[in-house]
């Protein structure tokens, strides 16, 4: 008679998520070893749809015994958040994560302000150019006024503190892949939901 074990496994399971956006939610991954499977997990997540202006973190994780083990994977919903060492988004085969950070202001209320500013600095620029001459230092004071506010608040921009997540739900597969044998693997998904 012969005997054939079963291959050594592991199984991933976790629990949904629901934060507010630009705050910081976590989720419990518990890895539950089959047939005497030990080894160390390395992890990568994806969102659908991408989670924007986000990341996850979830580190590795040691199973050395027939016990489950737990991790947790800890996801921002603002980019200022983000550690330096958090995965992003994946994007390719070979590639782990991608982080998007937006740090342009030039979308929204903000911009259609920006862009009276500046017409306002312009209309003052034509005034001053056509009116009589007191009325032209006048309208060259008032324009260069909101220009140099315009100039400034623009300048601004760049300096903006990054955008948190879009509120919505998500979709969150998280997959677990033994360091030594990348054909070890597998996955689970979670429901993301930002408020």
Same mark, same amino acid.
């Given at each position: 008679?012969?005997? $054939?074990?079963?291959?050594?496994?592991?199984?991933?399971?976790?629990?949904?998520?629901?934060?507010?956006?630009?705050?910081?939610?976590?989720?419990?991954?518990?890895?539950?070893?089959?047939?005497g499977y030990t080894g160390t997990?390395?992890?990568?997540?994806?969102?659908?749809?991408?989670?924007s202006h986000g990341c996850?973190?979830?580190?590795?994780?040691?199973?050395?015994?027939?016990?489950?083990?737990?991790?947790?994977? $800890?996801?921002?919903?603002?980019?200022?958040?983000?550690?330096?060492?958090?995965?992003? %988004?994946?994007?390719?085969?070979?590639?782990?994560?991608?982080?998007?950070?937006?740090?342009?202001?030039?979308?929204?209320?903000?911009?259609?302000?920006?862009?009276?500013?500046?017409?306002?600095?312009?209309?003052?620029?034509?005034?001053?150019?056509?009116?009589?001459?007191?009325?032209?230092?006048?309208?060259?004071?008032?324009?260069?006024?909101?220009?140099?506010?315009?100039?400034?608040?623009? !300048?601004?921009?760049?300096?903006?503190?990054? !955008?948190?997540? %879009?509120?919505?739900?998500?979709?969150? $597969?998280?997959?677990?892949?033994?360091?030594?044998?990348? !054909?070890?693997? !597998?996955?689970?998904?979670?429901?993301?939901?930002?408020?």
């Open positions: 008679m012969t005997v $054939t074990s079963a291959s050594k496994s592991f199984t991933l399971s976790a629990n949904n998520v629901t934060v507010a956006s630009g705050n910081t939610g976590t989720s419990k991954v518990t890895i539950t070893p089959k047939n997990i390395s992890f990568t997540v994806s969102s659908s749809p991408s989670l996850f973190s979830l580190p590795n994780a040691a199973v050395t015994g027939s016990a489950a083990v737990t991790a947790t994977l $800890t996801i921002y919903t603002s980019s200022s958040a983000c550690p330096s060492h958090s995965l992003r %988004e994946n994007r390719g085969a070979n590639s782990r994560m991608s982080l998007l950070l937006a740090t342009t202001c030039h979308n929204g209320p903000l911009a259609r302000l920006q862009k009276t500013l500046g017409c306002i600095a312009l209309a003052g620029l034509l005034l001053a150019r056509l009116s009589p001459r007191r009325s032209r230092k006048l309208g060259m004071f008032a324009a260069s006024f909101v220009f140099v506010i315009y100039s400034l608040w623009t !300048s601004g921009c760049g300096s903006v503190s990054p !955008s948190t997540a %879009e509120s919505g739900t998500y979709t969150v $597969t998280i997959t677990g892949t033994d360091t030594s044998s990348s !054909s070890l693997l !597998s996955s689970t998904t979670i429901t993301l939901m930002i408020d």
